[in-house]
């Protein structure tokens, strides 16, 4: 079993800044793609970014240049700094597996003045 536990929402004013961070249980965390995702009310769950076991990393168009996924294997942690938010940005994020398919509870990040 993994579990994951997402953590570093809140509300923040556009242009602002958030780190979110997913902590991961189990013994997949090292060989596991990882990916970010969020959902808005009223709309469906979409990737924001991924990152391979190897580092390889992608983006969702609308974060490129924003957002930078990253990973510490050591701490079994993945990380999604977001900088310069908009509103459209308003959601809960995920954290996912992509070995095992599990996803963290969520945590809900709101841009707004």
């Known amino acids: 079993q993994v579990r994951l536990v997402e953590s570093g929402g809140g509300l923040v004013h556009p242009g602002g800044s958030l780190r979110l961070s997913c902590a991961a249980s189990?013994?997949?965390?090292?060989?596991?793609?990882m990916g970010w995702y969020r959902q808005a009310p009223g709309k469906q769950r979409e990737l924001v970014a991924a990152?391979?076991?190897?580092?390889?990393?992608r983006y969702a168009d609308s974060v490129k240049g924003r957002f930078t996924i990253s990973r510490d294997n050591a701490e079994n942690t993945v990380y999604l700094q977001m900088n310069s938010l908009k509103p459209e940005d308003t959601a809960v994020y995920y954290c996912?597996?992509?070995?095992?398919?599990?996803w963290g509870q969520g945590t809900q990040v709101t841009v707004s003045s």
């Open positions: 189990g013994t997949i965390f090292s060989i596991a793609g």
């Open positions: 996912h597996t992509y070995v095992g398919g599990y």
């Open positions: 990152i391979t076991s190897g580092g390889s990393t």
